[in-house]
């Protein structure tokens, strides 16, 4: 995998948190942060996954999702803002659209061909598939970021015992 390939990753993802957090009011000191948290993430997300271990887009959005908990959680700390200002919008280019646009591509085919005499099972698994896929990838993502918080907590407790 080229370095450049990984940087535009990282730039397009920062891209969609920049738009994203600038809709929801993010003030504009934070917003280059976001951008920085959501390249960070997505790009990690995008090494995982198109390394020589090939890791699916559920442990990579995972690890992805870690890494955006774990610096969202010190950043917010350090200028002050809740930490959903940092994470959201860096969480949102990791959230799966392909699959959530061909689980509702396979219904609507499904629905359609279910009343002619035509089998319509396949529409069915593709529909299946796309909806288990799109719920895990967020469901995991959801965890990651709230892993990510309890390490920096866990972590800003030992610093504070030394």
Known sequence: MEITTLFTDGLFAC???IGF????NTPRSLLP???LIAAIGHATRFAMMNSSFH?????????????IGIISSFAS?????PYEVLAFPALLP?????????TIQALVSYLQFNSSETPSEHYLNIFAYNAIMTMLI???MVVGALVGIFASRIFKNFSRRE
């Open 15 to 17: 891209m969609a948190a």
């Open 21 to 24: 957090g600038s809709i929801n």
């Open 33 to 35: 942060w976001c951008g």
């Open 55 to 67: 890791i699916n887009i559920i442990l990579a959005g995972f690890a992805g999702s870690i890494c």
């Open 77 to 81: 700390r350090h200028y002050r803002c």
């Open 94 to 102: 990791m959230i799966p659209g392909m699959y959530a646009y061909g």
């Open 138 to 140: 967020i469901l995991f």
